[in-house]
């Protein structure tokens, strides 16, 4: 469409429009009515039924980058949960019958693969970003690999996320890293439902909710690891 956009899974689920001064976050119209209610001068809806359904647009000069980035997340996420696009299969064609002397033998036609999803190292995540933050995004997740020795690293092959999960798809997710500009958000897994006496939780999601990392020294701080650990209790209690 000329613009820039992010996707997961093929699908998009946030966009730049022309000349830069707006873009737009795919959101639940729960979640659009959220932000716009906090945020009113940095949100509000597309226009149309794209607006009814939660695409929402952004001023770009109003921005703050933890809410915006709070959207992106909360917009990465459900697209994650979706999982990839089908593609749309070609309706039959109805054939006219040949007389039997008539018919002729056509070549096999080569079998198509799908494409094998893209993929990125840690290094490659990180690079963009400035020194300290990479420092910063590394010492996370040594901290993350330390605390769940057995859990699945998935560094996301577009977007500035790393999620750790025990089983498959979004359900499957515990905990999750986002880096940015200016540090890095250790993301908690139904964080809505999980006892924070110390306090740690931010966001405004309807059930995640994250703690700011803005030094090393932060991943030492009291109660971090209780409420991953607890992350991954509650997964286990919804298996049960």
Not at 207 to 228: A, C, E, F, K
Request: charged share 25%; glycine share 8%; net charge positive.
């Amino acid at each position: 469409m000329g613009h820039p956009d992010f996707r997961v899974n093929n699908r998009i689920f946030a966009t730049l429009h022309d000349g830069d001064r707006f873009g737009m976050v795919k959101l639940t119209p729960e979640e659009q009515a959220m932000f716009i209610r906090s945020h009113a001068s940095m949100f509000e809806p597309e226009s149309g039924a794209w607006g009814l359904q939660g695409c929402t647009r952004v001023h770009i000069e109003k921005a703050v980058e933890e809410f915006v980035g709070e959207a992106m997340t909360l917009a990465w996420r459900a697209a994650v949960a979706e999982g990839p696009t089908k593609s749309r299969s070609k309706p039959a064609i109805a054939k006219t019958a040949r007389p039997a002397e008539a018919k002729t033998t056509k070549p096999a036609k080569a079998k198509t693969t799908t494409p094998a999803a893209p993929t990125r190292t840690f290094k490659e995540l990180v690079a963009p970003y400035p020194p300290d933050v990479q420092a910063l995004a590394k010492a996370t997740r040594t901290f993350m690999q330390e605390l769940l020795p057995q859990v699945k690293e998935t560094i996301d092959p577009t977007g500035p996320y790393i999620q750790y999960s025990y089983g498959p798809g979004y359900k499957g997710v515990v905990s999750y890293i986002t880096v940015n500009q200016k540090g890095v958000k250790l993301g908690v897994a139904r964080g809505t439902s999980l006892p924070d006496p110390k306090g740690l939780l931010r966001g405004t999601g309807k059930g995640n909710r994250h703690v700011v990392i803005d030094t090393p020294s932060d991943l030492h701080t009291p109660g971090l690891r209780q409420l991953v650990r607890a992350a991954v209790a509650a997964w286990k209690k919804e298996r049960a």
